[in-house]
């Protein structure tokens, strides 16, 4: 089985990402959850191109990618979870949550330090939030995210079929909860006791900044609550609240793909530094 899903890596994770992107597809066309402000068409070429563009990319500069990391960090005898004797599945479920709470916590970071914020920006700027949003990422950020997976995966030692469930977890979830769809509330409520739901992120692409700041899960929804991060619902209202970024509203800037890839370079690095922002409609918490 480990065997197979080794071998097959790249068609798994190509399966996952087009079956959800078409169920994705399908649950925003039948039951949007709100209306598109850029035409449908637009978004998914633009941000469906810079998937493209970053998957290229990626495959060039590193093409053994995350798995190839563990594969070698195994082989050597590196990283924490190579140095125990558990059962392979205590290892692989102990490794997928480490590795969530690992990007959790690289969320946070892009967040809070302004220049990683300039990169982190061109996921944030979309003008609505769909499926697709799940998937822009500005290059530089991709090629980080992965330096900084390489990195956790030395200390860490995951078994190499916990690396790739996690990546397709990883990939599938941000595409569910970027979806412009809503779960019946009931529903939702329990599921987000676990797992990330659209209602519960998108509050994470709200205008204020004080709820940008939240909800900085992927996966699993227990870090923004240990963490003091989590936020229920946007007080606007999910119809009402304002996707993006203040001042990043110009269409051809943050929708056409040439905008998206010089986006991070525009503007004075300060203007988002965690200790200079200007905080609007602050609850007083
Ligand atoms: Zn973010």
Same mark, same amino acid.
């Given at each position: 089985?480990?065997?197979?899903? %080794?071998?097959?890596?790249?068609?798994?994770?190509? =399966?996952? /990402?087009? !079956?959800?992107?078409?169920?994705?597809?399908?649950?925003?066309?039948?039951?949007?959850?709100?209306?598109?402000?850029?035409?449908?068409?637009?978004?998914?070429?633009? +941000?469906?191109?810079?998937?493209?563009?970053?998957?290229?990319?990626?495959?060039?500069?590193?093409?053994?990618?995350?798995?190839?990391? &563990? &594969?070698? &960090?195994? =082989?050597?005898?590196?990283?924490?979870?190579? %140095?125990?004797?558990?059962?392979?599945?205590?290892? $692989?479920?102990?490794?997928?949550?480490?590795?969530?709470?690992?990007?959790?916590? %690289?969320?946070?970071? /892009?967040?809070?330090?302004?220049?990683?914020?300039?990169?982190?920006?061109?996921?944030? @700027?979309?003008?609505?939030?769909?499926?697709?949003?799940?998937?822009?990422?500005?290059?530089?950020?991709?090629?980080?995210?992965?330096?900084? *997976?390489? @990195?956790?995966?030395?200390?860490? !030692?995951?078994?190499?079929?916990?690396?790739?469930?996690?990546?397709?977890?990883?990939? @599938?979830?941000?595409? /569910?909860?970027?979806?412009?769809?809503?779960?019946?509330?009931?529903?939702?409520?329990? $599921?987000?006791?676990?797992?990330?739901?659209?209602?519960?992120?998108?509050?994470?692409? =709200?205008?204020?900044?004080?709820? &940008?700041?939240?909800? /900085?899960?992927?996966?699993?929804?227990?870090?923004?609550?240990?963490? !003091?991060?989590?936020?229920? #619902?946007?007080?606007?209202?999910?119809?009402?609240?304002? $996707?993006? $970024?203040?001042?990043?509203?110009? *269409? *051809? #800037?943050?929708?056409?793909? =040439?905008?998206?890839?010089?986006?991070?370079?525009?503007?004075?690095? *300060?203007?988002?530094?965690?200790?200079?922002?200007?905080? %609007?409609?602050?609850? +007083?918490?």
């Amino acid at each position: 089985m480990e065997a197979f899903i %080794q071998a097959h890596e790249g068609v798994i994770r190509l =399966s996952f /990402f087009l !079956g959800m992107l078409i169920v994705m597809g399908i649950w925003e066309t039948l039951l949007p959850r709100r209306t598109l402000s850029v035409s449908r068409w637009a978004r998914w070429l633009n +941000n469906l191109g810079l998937v493209v563009f970053n998957s290229v990319l990626l495959r060039l500069i590193f093409p053994a990618a995350a798995v190839g990391m &563990a &594969a070698y &960090a195994s =082989s050597q005898g590196w990283g924490l979870l190579n %140095q125990v004797d558990w059962p392979p599945l205590v290892t $692989i479920l102990l490794a997928v949550v480490v590795l969530d709470f690992a990007i959790w916590l %690289q969320h946070v970071m /892009f967040h809070a330090v302004p220049v990683l914020w300039r990169l982190h920006r061109v996921h944030h @700027a979309d003008l609505d939030y769909d499926v697709t949003t799940g998937l822009r990422f500005h290059p530089i950020e991709i090629l980080l995210s992965m330096l900084i *997976k390489f @990195a956790v995966i030395l200390v860490l !030692g995951p078994p190499v079929v916990a690396v790739i469930l996690f990546e397709v977890l990883l990939n @599938a979830g941000a595409m /569910f909860n970027h979806g412009n769809v809503r779960l019946p509330p009931a529903l939702d409520r329990i $599921i987000r006791w676990v797992i990330v739901t659209p209602d519960m992120h998108r509050v994470h692409h =709200s205008v204020e900044d004080d709820e &940008a700041n939240s909800n /900085f899960g992927f996966n699993l929804s227990i870090w923004d609550r240990v963490m !003091g991060t989590y936020r229920d #619902q946007p007080r606007a209202g999910h119809l009402d609240m304002t $996707i993006g $970024i203040h001042g990043y509203r110009d *269409k *051809k #800037q943050v929708t056409w793909l =040439s905008g998206l890839l010089t986006l991070p370079f525009i503007g004075r690095v *300060k203007g988002y530094a965690i200790n200079r922002r200007q905080w %609007q409609g602050s609850d +007083n918490e």
